[in-house]
């Protein structure tokens, strides 16, 4: 009895790690003529809810590429969670790439369950991004002050995969077949 009571609490525990994991999305939006790909959540700074950093906690950060089925225009945004605690208005984020501070142009803020910032990244960011040799930081700037926050090793490499795999899979989609 005891032996199976303990074998269903570890397969109950592991659906709910599989549940809460993350990874890449591709969502084909037949109504919106658009395809989004999201990819996994990083988390830029320890908090107690770290080891299970998911989509949409605070202080993270999601990479995301949308393709225009009608247009065939390809674009990326990085979306930055912000702390509900956080109740001034956002003005921006900005990446510094060896030493040069890229404004990203912010294309939206979401006030729902939690304050999203949306920013949009340009094929400049991008090269520069993918050419650069050092770890970079973000900056998140409010009408009261600007929070900066460096990326690890780690997290610069994980950062770049990312954004690589956003527009690898943007890039390898195919235009829907949308019948009214």
């Not at 990819?39 to 989509?55: A, K, L, M, N, V």
């Not at 040799?133 to 973000?138: D, G, I, L, T, V």
């Not at 409010?142 to 950062?159: H, I, V, W």
């Amino acid at each position: 009895m005891r032996r199976m009571l303990f074998s269903q609490y570890i397969f109950f525990s592991i659906m709910l790690f599989l549940v809460h994991c993350n990874s890449f999305q591709v969502i084909p939006e037949p109504n919106l003529e658009q395809v989004t790909v999201k990819s996994e959540t990083i988390c830029t700074e320890f908090t107690w809810y770290w080891p299970f950093c998911t989509r949409g906690k605070a202080k993270s950060l999601m990479i995301k590429g949308i393709y225009n089925n009608i247009t065939g225009e390809k674009k990326y945004y990085l979306d930055y969670h912000l702390s509900m605690l956080d109740t001034d208005l956002p003005v921006g984020l900005s990446i510094n790439l060896d030493g040069i501070y890229y404004n990203l142009k912010k294309v939206s803020t979401d006030y729902t369950e939690i304050v999203k910032l949306e920013s949009e990244i340009n094929a400049e960011v991008i090269s520069k991004i993918n050419s650069s040799k050092n770890n970079f930081a973000f900056s998140y700037s409010n009408r009261k002050d600007t929070l900066n926050f460096a990326l690890s090793s780690g997290e610069t490499k994980e950062f770049v995969k990312q954004l690589n795999d956003v527009v690898k899979r943007i890039n390898a989609q195919e235009k829907l077949k949308i019948v009214n």
